[in-house]
């Protein structure tokens, strides 16, 4: 694995991980890794403002703009293989990966989700439905894990996790206010780590 590290980080949404991983870039936590592209399911989404706001090259690939599934997949790969993507980072990004892609990057491809996996995970579970369903559950504590993606949702192998306690009449808001938090340490923690292991 060459030094730096080129990753790539996919978005749909206002990419305050994206954030949290460029911040720890620009303050030198990353040492290993260049940022080399953000990748938007969506078009407008102010992930692409914040990588705007620290000159990461950035590119939409939006499924309605291709005539089916496999052409869309294939554009994606596509955006991450002509700038030599070695790690590719989920920041939100709220669509599936094929099965060709995955296989091309299998083992280096992280993402972040705001429970404890394997608790709390799967098909629809993402966002504020996450919270909601670990308040249901009465759960004493949640947090945020980044694992290794494969062809489950939230189903890879764990790398890191990090805890919060569920407090006495949460709202999903508050509860997720204290995941993110962690998340945004936990993210490029994360990261450096294993971009530190890569040879």
């Known amino acids: 694995m060459p030094n730096p590290v080129r990753v790539a980080v996919l978005v749909s949404g206002g990419g305050s991980n994206l954030e949290a991983l460029l911040k720890a870039k620009a303050a030198g936590e990353l040492p290993r890794v260049e940022f080399v592209r953000v990748v938007s399911s969506k078009p407008g989404v102010f992930a692409l403002e914040r990588a705007k706001q620290y000159g990461v090259p950035f590119v939409v690939v939006e499924r309605q703009a291709f005539a089916d599934e496999e052409r869309f997949q294939?554009?994606?790969?596509g955006a991450l293989v002509e700038v030599k993507v070695d790690v590719i980072c989920l920041a939100g990004y709220l669509r599936r990966l094929d099965r060709r892609l995955?296989?091309?990057?299998?083992?280096?491809?992280?993402?972040?989700?705001?429970?404890?996996?394997?608790?709390?995970?799967g098909a629809g579970l993402y966002g504020h439905r996450v919270h909601e369903a670990v308040l249901a559950s009465g759960e004493a504590e949640s947090g945020c894990t980044v694992h290794l993606v494969d062809e489950e949702y939230d189903h890879g192998p764990v790398l890191a996790q990090a805890r919060v306690p569920v407090l006495k009449n949460d709202t999903p808001e508050q509860l997720a206010a204290r995941v993110l938090e962690q998340e945004h340490r936990l993210y490029p923690k994360t990261l450096r780590q294993f971009t530190e292991k890569l040879v």
């Open 102 to 121: 995955i296989e091309r990057y299998r083992g280096r491809i992280l993402n972040i989700h705001p429970a404890l996996l394997p608790k709390f995970g």
């Open 74 to 77: 294939r554009a994606l790969e």
